[in-house]
């Protein structure tokens, strides 16, 4: 990891300026304090591209992180790429070329020439849509670049006492439901509110998946037993977003589950 970390800081310090595609999330974060180190806070902006399938908290956190940080910010609306409303299977590659053309453009008319990605090795597959995108558009990824991996970016932010060293992954409201399904705000907003009233109560891993009236809830494994121990308050509660039915995965959190 060491040799990782000299060759990450040492291309960190080469560049004159830098734009980071930030969202809140333990590897932007970690990117941009790096290089609010390395540059100087006058040398370094973080934009946060804020589309209509995100999740609003993830808003508000990035906004929290860049104060505490001193780092100059940006939010970058973007609409709905063309074509997204049906959650197409391509919706990844779709989205991260719109989403990060934006933030080209935006860094660009910043006066900032480099926008740096925080993808780390574990994101690396040659095969993965979004990083294809972000390869198309000439976006560097400096984790990537020193062969920093996920385990390195949380040890690395622990190190600098960064709060988002143990933060969990987050995703769009996107995959949270079926491909090539009709999309609705109003269908997005009931998921969010869903997730954010089981990590009220205390679950952090956690995901509702939207399957019509249906929401499937995935969990953390160590915490299954105290979602089975906590079902009436918990369908009535997600209930009250709209859903009709309320049902657990047996198998827990799995990143990609509406993939199949």
Request: charged share 25%; hydrophobic share 40%.
């Amino acid at each position: 990891m060491e040799q990782g970390r000299g060759a990450l800081i040492e291309q960190l310090a080469g560049l004159e300026t830098a734009a980071v595609a930030f969202s809140g999330g333990a590897d932007s974060t970690l990117l941009l304090a790096l290089l609010r180190k390395q540059l100087g806070a006058e040398r370094v902006i973080a934009l946060t591209a804020v589309t209509p399938y995100m999740v609003r908290q993830e808003i508000g956190d990035a906004v929290a992180l860049t104060t505490k940080l001193a780092v100059r910010h940006e939010l970058v609306e973007i609409p709905m790429p063309e074509g997204m409303e049906h959650n197409p299977a391509d919706r990844c590659y779709r989205c991260k070329h719109a989403m990060y053309g934006h933030l080209v453009a935006s860094a660009a008319e910043h006066g900032f020439a480099n926008l740096l990605d925080g993808s780390n090795t574990d994101d690396a597959d040659e095969q993965c849509p979004g990083l294809r995108a972000l390869r198309e558009l000439g976006i560097r990824s400096p984790f990537i670049e020193a062969g920093i991996d996920k385990a390195a970016v949380r040890q690395m932010a622990r190190e600098m006492d960064l709060p988002t060293w143990h933060k969990p992954t987050t995703a769009c409201l996107l995959t949270r439901i079926g491909f090539n399904v009709r999309v609705s705000m109003d269908q997005l907003q009931r998921i969010e509110e869903a997730e954010r009233f089981l990590t009220q109560l205390g679950y952090t891993w956690v995901r509702v998946r939207c399957h019509g009236d249906l929401a499937r809830i995935e969990v953390a494994p160590v915490q299954r037993e105290r979602l089975l121990s906590d079902a009436g308050a918990v369908i009535e509660g997600i209930q009250r977003f709209g859903f009709r039915h309320v049902t657990m995965d047996l198998a827990g959190y799995q990143s990609g589950s509406m993939a199949g």
